[in-house]
């Protein structure tokens, strides 16, 4: 049997994506040889509300990144799995990426076992704000910092 007739055939299908479904999409894949995993070990949550200076060095880490994530467009892989989901075939689409780009391309049924990038949580009071918003604050913050060095 091949794919295709498989997922024609199928009632209610469940999906599992990784890093791979959004490469040619222009994010790096994680885990891959000379990928971010072999060049900065993650940070665990644990670690990130327990110390300001480990969210430091998570924010400056990840306003670096940041452009690449927000230039990202749903491929052809994203697309695909929308268009299945629309017709009935994809039931589910679990997704250890962070990028929404599932989204992007239709996909509704998407649950996000690392969560998101596109959204940022406060701490404090678990208020919901887009990363544009935050990465532009990260900005004028670094502005600032530069502007005020020795």
Excluded at 64 to 85: D, I, K, M, T, V
Excluded at 92 to 119: C, K, M, P, Y
Aim: aromatic share 8%; proline share 5%; charged share 25%.
């Amino acid at each position: 049997m091949s794919l295709s007739e498989f997922v024609r055939d199928a009632k209610r299908l469940v999906v599992l994506t990784g890093a791979g479904c959004s490469t040619e999409s222009g994010i790096p894949d994680y885990r891959s040889p000379g990928g971010a995993w072999t060049r900065h070990k993650p940070i665990q949550y644990s670690a990130f509300v327990r110390s300001a200076e480990v969210r430091r060095f998570y924010w400056a880490r990840s306003f670096r990144g940041w452009p690449r994530f927000e230039a990202a467009r749903p491929n052809r892989a994203h697309r695909a799995l929308a268009e299945l989901e629309s017709r009935g075939s994809v039931h589910q689409l679990i997704t250890q990426n962070v990028d929404d780009l599932h989204q992007e391309a239709g996909s509704r049924a998407v649950v996000q076992l690392h969560g998101r990038n596109r959204l940022v949580v406060c701490l404090d009071c678990g208020a919901e704000f887009p990363r544009v918003a935050i990465q532009e604050e990260l900005a004028e913050l670094n502005r600032d910092w530069l502007a005020n060095a020795p």
